[in-house]
């Protein structure tokens, strides 16, 4: 079975399971007293908000270990697992706002969650623009190790700023919109979407991984012909 | 140390004798952080907003404004002269290229700022007599930060298509937290605060610091060299 | 005991968006993997 293949099985199965979740979360999910059927986004917003970061993460390491080793493996898994991060922000993004309008009664909320996905958003976003504004296969790695890990360097000080911001600007709210304490059935609910989530990151980043592949072996048949 | 210090500084003057002999690059950047302050002025309210809720914003708007102009300007000297390439076959260790480089950066924000202070100061009639010590150093602090990720992305866009864009695009995520930093501790020094309520935040901007620098200094021969 | 909240249209709304972005992605990526 092609790379190809084995990531449109397993997207095939992250789609079904997520199918599942949907199921559960609306169906078989008790709704929260206070939140009201909105508070079951955060069984979508959240597992997607870890991988929006994760992925980012991996980005960063992915870069170092390029820097060290040359192996453009690397900078093709970097280069997938920064679009699917991407794709992730943006449902973050869009749920995130979609939950805060009802709870909070506005759209956007600075928030831990929203700003910090915000942030990896615009560092996801310039990422992929480096990548597309260098030609050189080589050169277009290294810079983009060199920006992966300045995002991966700048994780642990997006969260330190916004958990200043928000203890010494208490908000004075009731609800909100993260994880109220939770009973077991939701717990479940939670877990599920994340193996969903994981699921769909791996298939995701392997079918793009593989459609790199292909990209540089074209490139490498069509520059050979060049000096045929 | 001291041979690199050395190199960092021959590097640094080549860029600021360039710089201070046309003049154009900083006489234009003063005028722009004036203009920049004087607009600020126009969009407010005073009887509404009082202008000490939003000076700290309006200065650190303008200080970034500075900031991403001494680099943008950085970059355009490189690409006129190409001393990069000259620098590059020097035996200049790539350290010593890299706080050059700094160096000169530093030196040209801190002189637009020099200017933009004051000014600052003059315009929105703030008392910064008491804190000016403190503000000096919450400024020096994000600055070096701003700049220290601004330098290694200049070297890094040099050879990218739509450069200038793409400089600011990618460093924005980067000047946020030094900026936070910045403008809270501002606001509370020219509040009047206790320099202790500001303490997390110096302390971010201090790690952001020395976190960012290091990096850079490692990452910028991965940016300049084959 | 207060009303639970009715604010169901905003889950739909989520959901639906949630589908469509993770379903679009997926049909993107095969659609440029089945190019030769």
Known sequence: MSLVQKGRWITLVALVCLAAVYVRALAFTPVERLQGPAQKIFYLHVPAALWTEAAMVLVGLAGIFYLFLKDPRLDRFAEASAEVGTVFATIVLTTGPIWGKPIWGTWWTWDARLTSTLFLFFLYVGYLLVRGAVRDPGLRARYAAVLGICGLCLVPFIHLSVFLFRTLHPQPIILKPSAPSLPNSMLATWLFSLVAFTLLYVGFVTQRYALSLARAAQQDRSSDAGHA | MGELLAQAWTVARKDLVLEFRTRTAIVSAVVFTALVLTVFNFGRDPTAVPTIDLAPTILWVTFTFAAMLALNRAFQLELENQALEGLLVSPLSRTSLYWGKLIANLVFVAVVEGVGLPLFVLFFDVPVGRVLLPLIGVIALATLGFVAVGTLFSALVIRTRFAELLLVVILLPFLLPPLIGAVQVTARLLGGRPLSESVGYLKLLAAYDIVFVSLATFLFRFTVDE | ?36
């Open chain 3, 1 to 36: 005991m207060p009303d639970v909240p009715q604010n169901a249209g905003y889950m739909m709304a989520a959901y639906i968006v949630t589908a469509v972005i993770l379903i679009g992605y997926a049909v993107s990526l095969y659609r440029r993997t089945s190019k030769p």
